[in-house]
């Protein structure tokens, strides 16, 4: 019953200031996501399987979960949710449909955010009035905003890589191991959604105390590795009638797909989309799309940056997480974000993968921004002067974004006024 509590009070709000922290997050995506799906048929149209808006794909994802080949077991998560709405909208794929998919994205960012103060409260240890400033500059990040009434992948992932992270450094900070059944959990629930992600499970493993001196406890973490992946893949290709094949098939397929070269210089791709994309609207560009059955629509993206200013705001926030890097080089916990951040840089920045629409990736990787500003803080604790300046430069970006994310909702939602009633 112990473990029961404690793991509620881990994965929940536990004291008044995180209770209202997800309220507040809670009504006001709520309040954007709800007059979103009552006026407008973005989030899901069965007409529509990709691309409406920024390269997510609602109704792929709701309806199947998604590519087998980068998504092994989400069809089985996003089958209830589907079921569920279903049920709650008396079988009808219509506003009440999209508006319970919006809320269930809206509590699984609301709760992610939580998780990341937790994280900050409990593992940084940072002042309360930083670790609010932290939360609240990441709460108007682009990824947040966008994931809080999108059902995809993503949206979950978020949550479950920002919840795990936080479970494995609270189990590190006391020096334990972390068991065969959440890590066989996580693999399973993180992996199951987007594959790549598996590897990010098991960093956190590497820290665990006296791994590499001990051969009794480096063959036990082994052992918690091979059984959890065995689990994995076991359900993996279950999934696929055992035609494991296909596997490397459709991977092949979707890398040729989706790395081919882009007009667009590399270093603008990295700097507007794959960093950019994820903490600040760019420009839009509109363009005509086609369901292969003759129903044509528009689709909306994200172009690359017009101005110097967003370059700015991405180059000041890298400086920040990379000085936080190489400023508490020695700590566990930074190595552990950062392995995790260089996993998703290798993907889509070296070898390409998806770059062009990276944007969509931030679920994956852009909650490590946050994380790493709460470390910069801890490291210099003990020097006022220095905290007096990164709370006003934080401050300073914290209002760009925001006036910057409004002023681009606004066009977006002129968008959907036009195309999408």
Not at 145 to 165: D, G, M, Q, R, V
Request: hydrophobic content about 55%; aromatic content about 22%.
């Amino acid at each position: 019953m112990k473990k029961v509590k404690d793991t509620l009070k881990l994965i929940f709000p536990s004291n008044l200031v995180e209770w209202i922290l997800f309220i507040v997050f809670l009504t006001s995506y709520g309040v954007l996501g709800t007059y979103i799906a009552l006026n407008y048929r973005i989030i899901f149209d069965d007409r529509i399987p990709w691309d409406a808006y920024f390269s997510f794909d609602n109704r792929s994802i709701i309806m199947t979960g998604g590519g087998f080949e980068r998504h092994p077991l989400s069809n089985y998560f996003f089958d209830w949710i589907r079921k569920f709405a279903l049920w709650i909208s008396e079988g009808k794929k219509n506003e009440i449909f999209r508006l319970v998919l919006a809320w269930f994205s809206n509590f699984a960012v609301s709760l992610a955010l939580v998780q990341l103060f937790k994280y900050l409260r409990n593992i940084v240890r940072i002042p309360l009035k930083i670790n609010l400033l932290i939360t609240v500059f990441f709460a108007f990040f682009t990824t947040p905003i966008l994931l809080s009434f999108t059902p995809e992948t993503y949206t979950y992932t978020l949550l479950f890589l920002i919840a795990f992270n936080y479970y494995a450094a609270a189990k590190l900070k006391k020096e334990k191991k972390i068991s065969l059944f959440p890590l066989t959990f996580a693999s399973v629930l993180v992996g199951g959604l987007t594959i790549t992600n598996i590897v990010k499970v098991y960093i956190p493993i590497l820290f665990e105390k006296n791994l590499f001196k001990n051969f009794k406890t480096f063959f036990n973490a082994v052992i918690r590795v091979v059984i959890s992946a065995a689990v994995f893949v076991l359900l993996f290709l279950y999934r696929l009638d055992w035609d494991y094949m296909r596997i490397f098939t459709k991977t092949g397929e979707q890398y040729e797909k989706f790395s081919k070269p882009k007009v667009t210089p590399l270093w603008d791709m990295i700097s507007s989309w794959f960093f950019g994309g994820n903490m600040i609207f760019s420009n839009f560009v509109v363009r005509d799309y086609h369901n292969k059955k003759g129903f044509h629509y528009n689709a909306i993206f994200m172009d690359v940056f017009s101005s110097v200013i967003p370059y700015l705001f991405v180059a000041a926030v890298l400086i920040l997480v990379f000085w936080s890097y190489f400023k508490n080089f020695k700590n566990k916990f930074v190595q552990i974000l950062m392995l995790s951040f260089f996993v998703d840089i290798i993907i889509h920045c070296v070898l390409k993968f998806g770059l062009h629409t990276s944007y969509i990736y931030g679920g994956h990787f852009i909650f490590v921004v946050p994380m790493m500003l709460g470390w910069l803080f801890f490291g210099y604790k003990n020097s006022p002067k220095m905290l007096s300046f990164l709370t006003v430069f934080v401050g300073i970006l914290f209002v760009f974004l925001i006036a910057n994310n409004i002023y681009r909702m606004e066009e977006f939602f002129w968008f959907l006024d036009k195309n999408y009633r």
